[in-house]
């Protein structure tokens, strides 16, 4: 049997280590301008649910395996990440439209299998739906803290064998292919690992609010400083500040949703930083 401290533990170690892995991220998307790239690979994951609805009519001994829902989404937003990086690559389709077949199309699957599953058992959302959308740090096992903190070191791991490969992909495409950086690979490197922090943190924020972890510490510390190396490490304290503010809210009053609690007290944080920025000159 499970020690209750591991139990109230267990949302605070996923939180924190998805926090720390989309800050190091988010100066990569907001350096890449992908922000869009991040809602779409999100989304993403609410059409996975919902082919795991789809699933659970056919096959009735499907509604209690907890492993199904979150198979479906790894193929999903993976297959996302991967599509959106082959059509926006090399200018097959403009990296917007690319996004947004990808977003609109998985949104509108997952309302449709939400749809069709309500309509099969008298009006009940099927298994999951408000934690797909918003989140659930709440019922978060310490298992799945583990595999949580896990995947975020394996993310940070990349990044940081990588950094200069990467760095130089995000700054400067073509003069990091003329160098001889494999640009290609970095580019759909960075998908598959935005994909898979994105499916860890579809339990924590849910796939509507995740993306806010993704662009939002980047932005702030980017108002803060200019220094790559202080960029990253403001980044990591805002996410790590929201990541505590959030569970903690949520610990003592559980009406309150995590994921918008981080999600606004991130939003406060760049707020206060924005104006601070306005009085002071940058480092």
């Known amino acids: 049997m499970l020690h209750p401290l591991a139990i109230s533990i267990a949302p605070l170690v996923a939180t924190a280590a998805l926090s720390i892995a989309c800050a190091v991220l988010s100066v990569v998307v907001v350096a890449r301008s992908w922000a869009f ?15 795991a609805w789809i699933l659970m009519l056919l096959a009735p001994r499907l509604t209690n395996q ?26 097959r389709v403009t990296g917007d439209a690319a996004i947004g ?42 298992r799945l803290a583990l595999a949580a903190l896990s995947i975020s070191l394996a993310v940070l791991l990349v990044v940081a064998l990588l950094n200069k490969e990467i760095l130089a992909y995000c700054f400067d495409p073509l003069m990091a292919r003329a160098s001889g950086v494999r640009t290609g690979f970095i580019h759909y490197l960075l998908m598959i690992v ?3 922090t994105i499916m860890v943190g579809i339990h924590i924020t ?15 510390a980017n108002l803060l400083s200019r220094r790559l190396n202080t960029v990253v490490l403001l980044a990591i304290a805002a996410a790590l500040i929201s990541a505590i503010v959030g569970v ?16 606004l007290t991130l939003f406060l944080e760049f707020v206060a930083v924005y104006i601070a920025a306005h009085l002071r000159p940058r480092s």
């Open 101 to 142: 077949i990808f977003l609109v199309a998985s949104l509108a699957f997952g309302f449709l299998a939400d749809g069709i599953f309500a309509h099969v058992h008298n009006g009940a959302h099927p298994a999951a739906f408000d934690e797909v959308l918003l989140g659930q740090t709440a019922q978060l096992s310490p």
């Open 37 to 51: 790239i991040g809602e779409g690979i999100s989304h993403s994951g609410f059409g996975g649910a919902g082919l």
């Open 248 to 263: 903690a809210l949520n610990a003592a009053w559980r009406f309150i949703p995590t994921g918008p609690a981080i999600v």
């Open 206 to 220: 849910g796939s509507l609010l995740v993306t806010a972890l993704l662009v939002l510490p980047g932005v702030t």
């Open 194 to 196: 935005i994909a898979i």
């Open 66 to 91: 907890p492993w199904l829902i979150d198979a479906t989404i790894v193929v999903f937003c993976i297959g996302a990440a991967v599509a959106i990086g082959y059509l926006s690559h090399g200018n």
